[in-house]
Nanobody, 125 residues
Framework: QVHILQSGEGSVQAGGSLRLSCTAS????????VAWFRQTSTQEREGLAY????????LYHNSVQGRVKISQDNAMNTVYFQLDGLKSDDTAIYYC??????????????????WGQGTQVTVSS
């Protein structure tokens, strides 16, 4: 059983940047395909960014393309998520998710097996 643990500051200013981290225990997160999602009370869980741990290949949702970056640091056993140019619409609960093995749709939440605890992110002006 692998545990996914998220960390990062959830209160951010409009125009600023959101930085979240995701680690796996006890396994190396580089074994997994990892994605970041967000969800609000009125919208379904939305995939924003994906990284293939073994290859480093990344994929981003069109809605945040140009503002988002996902990266991994294998020495730190961590995947990082950064979203720039924050707006009030970015307020949501953000989740890290992981799966070992191939994915058909990397930004679809149903593809993932392991989930982090979620981070409430509030963008204030």
């Amino acid at each position: 059983q692998v545990h996914i643990l998220q960390s990062g500051e959830g209160s951010v200013q409009a125009g600023g940047s959101l930085r979240l981290s995701c680690t796996a225990s006890p396994d190396a997160i580089s074994r997994y395909r990892v994605a970041w999602f967000r969800q609000t009370s009125t919208q379904e869980r939305e995939g924003l960014a994906y990284i293939n741990g073994p290859t480093g290949h990344t994929l981003y949702h069109n809605s945040v393309q140009g503002r988002v970056k996902i990266s991994q640091d294998n020495a730190m056993n961590t995947v990082y998520f950064q979203l720039d140019g924050l707006k009030s619409d970015d307020t949501a609960i953000y989740y890290c998710a992981a799966k070992e093995g191939r994915l058909l749709y990397p930004l679809l939440p149903g593809e993932y097996t392991y989930w982090g605890q979620g981070t409430q992110v509030t963008v204030s002006s």
